[in-house]
């Protein structure tokens, strides 16, 4: 037994309201000072509880040495009554503690408070085991079925709890099978690969030793014995009580799919930077071939131009030439120019770097762009023997406009080659009217219309796209490349206009292009 200082020493210490120890035959081997002063004991000579009690007019705790230990009781002295405990001292001594009632209560009270608040339910029993057991089962149960893999071990590198994720992948049933394992014995029973468990245990040791977090740090390959491959990032926490490392925590991430992602990232990445090479070799080498084709093909049609426009002058001053014979040859003339003015810009549009998909926007006479898009088929028109009109009264008011001229003006030289390409008979009409307009911008709408072949119902939904064609032309369609219609959408887009049209086969099509443009504030010809 221990003596009566270190006793009183240790006692005097305690949190309990009283505490007071005592021998079978009730002799007082000691006490600590809440329970001296409640006893109003404060020297050592009286040993016997029962005679001092008498003498300090104090009603004893107990009269006689309890037959059952772990037994509780109240008592109420004067206005305060007290819960006591007797246990167990040892074989020949009790202990009994006392705690005031009135502070148990508002401990006991507001330790339900505490339950309810951490579990979101009410307590089903309320005294003191009850209320801290939900409170341990509580987070016993949230540890336990965390997301990741979760663990914890003392400061020997015992392991002292998991997850259940973390039995899963050791193949463990219960957490009794992980308690106070080792590193290296979790690589024994999960067949790691060599210096793993030794990977682990340095991490570790530099936040047991170091008092530091250790955060996503990536851990090394961990090979299954499937054949599989996982990789994990792990955060090492150290677990601090009273300023004292006693351990540390770890959660780990499976971040095995995000690798591989990663890494199919990287190779379609590769794969893009590949292409992206290609194809600024391709053009680059497109680009030498549009110059060192640029003069071979520009030569020749700037003499076909000069030629046509020397040969009508010649012939003009020579002979006297009926109407149609002189549209004929001013129609030479013109499609030639036009041909090599088309060329030039085609050549310049298709150098890299002057390549751009912006539409431009500069002041321009819409009439007389309408005029020679008309004028340019004019010919063609007449050689199939069509009936080929232009009506464009409705843009007498308003003829200088800002926007891509270029665009208009190729999308309607499309429109209406098509429509005198596809009709063999009958007519073509062009009409330009404005639907909308104010001070500053103006809805005009181009429409084309013809009685020629007709689209298939079948082939409506395609006919804008690229290299779709009405009829093949080894089956007896018209020669082309299918790029005519796909270019005008494509232009209307850029213009933030758009293309639509109405057809039938064996009986013509409508084609109409919308597109938005800015007045000019400049209405003169100046």
Not at 399 to 421: E, H, P, T
């Amino acid at each position: 037994m221990e003596n009566n200082i270190t006793l009183r020493s240790k006692l005097s210490d305690s949190d309990h309201s009283l505490v007071l120890i005592l021998t079978k035959d009730l002799s007082i081997i000691s006490m600590n000072k809440n329970c001296q002063v409640f006893h109003k004991y404060y020297t050592d000579e009286e040993k016997n509880y029962i005679s001092h009690c008498k003498k300090a007019k104090i009603a004893p705790i107990l009269t006689e040495y309890p037959k059952e230990m772990y037994t509780s009781f109240i008592k109420t002295y004067t206005s305060e009554k007290y819960i006591f405990d007797i246990l167990p001292w040892n074989e020949d001594s009790i202990l009994i503690v006392g705690y005031n009632a009135n502070e148990s209560e508002s401990l006991r009270i507001d330790l339900i408070n505490k339950v309810k608040k951490i579990t979101g339910s009410k307590p089903n029993k309320h005294d003191f085991n009850s209320l801290f057991s939900q409170i341990i089962m509580f987070y016993e149960y949230l540890l336990f079925n965390m997301p990741g893999n979760v663990y914890w071990l003392d400061k020997n590198y015992k392991m002292l709890g998991c997850n259940k994720n973390i039995l899963d992948f050791l193949g463990l049933s219960t957490l009794d099978e992980f308690i106070g394992k080792t590193y290296q014995e979790l690589a024994d029973i999960a067949n790691w690969q060599e210096g793993l468990a030794e990977s682990f245990q340095k991490d570790d040791t530099l936040v047991l030793e170091g008092g530091q977090p250790i955060i996503s740090k990536n851990e090394p390959p961990i090979y299954m014995p499937d054949g599989s491959t996982v990789y994990y990032v792990t955060s090492r926490v150290p677990i601090n009580i009273n300023r004292q490392i006693t351990g540390l925590m770890g959660i780990s991430v499976d971040v095995t799919d995000l690798k591989e992602t990663k890494a199919q990232l990287e190779n379609s990445l590769e794969e893009i930077e590949e292409a992206i090479k290609i194809r600024d070799k391709t053009l680059d080498r497109y680009k030498q071939f549009v110059s060192d084709q640029e003069h071979d093909i520009r030569t020749p049609l700037g003499n076909l131009a000069s030629c046509s426009e020397y040969l009508l002058s010649a012939i003009k001053s020579r002979y006297t030439l009926d109407d149609e014979l002189l549209i004929l040859l001013e129609g030479v003339r013109d499609s030639s120019k036009e041909i090599l003015d088309y060329q030039h810009s085609l050549l310049l549009g298709l150098r890299k770097d002057n390549m751009s998909d912006q539409a431009l926007c500069t002041r321009f006479n819409l009439r007389e762009i309408v005029k020679r898009a008309f004028k340019v088929n004019l010919v063609s028109a007449r050689y199939h023997h069509l009936d080929y009109t232009l009506n464009y009264d409705e843009l007498t008011s308003k003829k200088y406009f800002l926007g891509d001229w270029k665009r208009i003006y190729q999308s309607l030289v499309d429109l209406l080659s098509n429509a005198i390409r596809f009709t063999n008979e009958g007519t073509v009409n062009f009409e330009v009217d404005i639907l909308n307009h104010n001070k500053n911008e103006a809805i005009v709408r181009f429409r084309v219309t013809d009685t020629g072949i007709g689209i298939a119902e079948e082939k409506q939904d395609d006919i804008l796209e690229a290299f779709v064609k009405t009829k093949a032309s080894n089956k007896g369609g018209v020669r082309g490349r299918g790029l005519g219609l796909f270019r005008v959408n494509q232009y209307a887009l850029d213009m933030n206009g758009e293309l639509r049209f109405v057809s039938k086969e064996g009986k013509g099509s409508c084609f109409t292009l919308v597109v938005p443009l800015k007045v000019s504030l400049d209405q003169t010809d100046s």
